[in-house]
């Protein structure tokens, strides 16, 4: 179970992205110490169904906000305004937060985003 918590903590917020119901689902697999081959199965199903969804205005927003998270308290003025400029903007066809984000995971190096499959694969 312990590999499979850490391979969550690497899809966490591109799951997210892409499906909050999968999100969702993924979280309830791990409520409770108890796990078996057929949760581990489950849990790569919800995983692999949920690149397959393309991401919505919502659940890139979501997403968004929650790594925003990692920045909010030490992001410049700058950087604030940026940030809600650009996700009052986004959508899936014109998202321009999604690098910008990539660029705060550069400048800052919060460890949690740079083992993520977000910060990884470079966006969803």
């Known amino acids: 179970m312990r590999n499979l918590q850490k391979d969550w903590a690497y899809h966490k917020y591109w799951v997210m992205g892409h499906s909050q119901a999968h999100y969702n689902a993924l979280r309830l697999l ?3 110490n108890d796990w078996s081959e057929e949760k581990t199965q489950r849990y790569h199903q919800l995983i692999d169904e949920a690149g397959t969804i393309r991401p919505s205005k919502a659940t890139l927003t979501t997403s968004y906000q929650h790594m925003w ?5 030490r992001a410049t003025d700058s950087e604030k305004e940026r940030y809600k400029l650009l996700i009052s ?12 984000l990539l660029e705060l995971i550069e400048t800052y190096q919060p460890p949690y985003l740079l083992h993520s499959k977000f910060y990884k694969e470079k966006g969803f």
Not at 69 to 73: A, I, N
């Open 30 to 32: 791990f409520k409770g």
């Open 89 to 100: 903007q986004v959508t899936p066809e014109d998202d321009r937060l999604g690098p910008f």
């Open 69 to 73: 998270g990692y920045f909010k308290k």
